[in-house]
T-cell receptor, first 111, second 115 residues
Framework: RKEVEQDPGPFNVPEGATVAFNCTYSNSASQSFFWYRQDCRKEPKLLMS???SGNEDGRFTAQLNRASQYISLLIRDSKLSDSATYLC????????????FGRGTSLIVHP | GAVVSQHPSRVICKSGTSVKIECRSLDFQATTMFWYRQFPKKSLMLMAT?????????EQGVEKDKFLINHASLTLSTLTVTSAHPEDSSFYICSASGTLYNEQFFGPGTRLTVL
């Protein structure tokens, strides 16, 4: 089983839709979690960190479920500009920082 | 967020030559830098992790003699692709994390084409 797993998609949704991605991780000792966004032929950019209590930034909401070992990203009111690959990153290193990337979930928002 | 630069952004070279890519953290001290490779429409693949002043830790399957990594200071790491071959053509991305930041920040990437 891979350490960090994501459904590669693509998720094809119309503008205005709500879409959610999950990311599961295998190491129960994982400490920190992040969502990155990567546009085609560009570097990944940090979208948001994922806190135990969950966090929201505008149309984006991230949640952590430690019991089931997954994190989620919810995007409300999708925009065309949200089309990208969303990468889940899990720090599996315990005290040190060892990031493990999921393979990414592709989102396509169409008019 | 922090800024990480990478140079060059694009390089085209002949087979057999060596190419050096620089990764700099511009406004923070990067205790750890990561080097990734990404082929078209594929996921990021971690090549190695380097901590300032110590030898890099390479992922399984990555040849350390072919991909030389130097992390001589808290703001600079270099990746040298030695004796490059066409199959080394890829998008190479560095990232950095430091004591102030729990997350990592990525450089803009270097697109290497080996003819």
């Amino acid at each position: 089983r891979k350490e960090v797993e994501q459904d590669p998609g693509p998720f094809n949704v119309p503008e205005g839709a709500t879409v959610a991605f999950n990311c599961t991780y295998s190491n129960s000792a994982s400490q920190s979690f992040f969502w990155y966004r990567q546009d085609c032929r560009k570097e990944p950019k940090l979208l948001m960190s994922v806190y135990s209590s969950g966090n929201e930034d505008g149309r984006f909401t991230a949640q952590l479920n430690r019991a089931s070992q997954y994190i989620s990203l919810l995007i409300r009111d999708s925009k065309l500009s949200d089309s990208a690959t969303y990468l889940c990153v899990v720090n599996t290193g315990g005290g040190s920082y060892i990031p493990t990337f999921g393979r990414g979930t592709s989102l396509i928002v169409h008019p | 967020g922090a800024v990480v630069s990478q140079h060059p952004s694009r390089v085209i070279c002949k087979s057999g030559t060596s190419v050096k890519i620089e990764c700099r953290s511009l406004d923070f001290q990067a205790t750890t830098m990561f080097w990734y490779r990404q082929f078209p429409k594929k996921s990021l693949m971690l090549m190695a992790t380097s901590n300032e002043g110590s030898k890099a830790t390479y992922e399984q399957g990555v040849e350390k003699d072919k991909f030389l990594i130097n992390h001589a200071s808290l703001t600079l790491s270099t990746l040298t692709v030695t004796s490059a071959h066409p199959e080394d053509s890829s998008f190479y991305i560095c990232s950095a994390s430091g004591t102030l930041y729990n997350e990592q920040f990525f450089g803009p990437g270097t697109r290497l084409t080996v003819l």
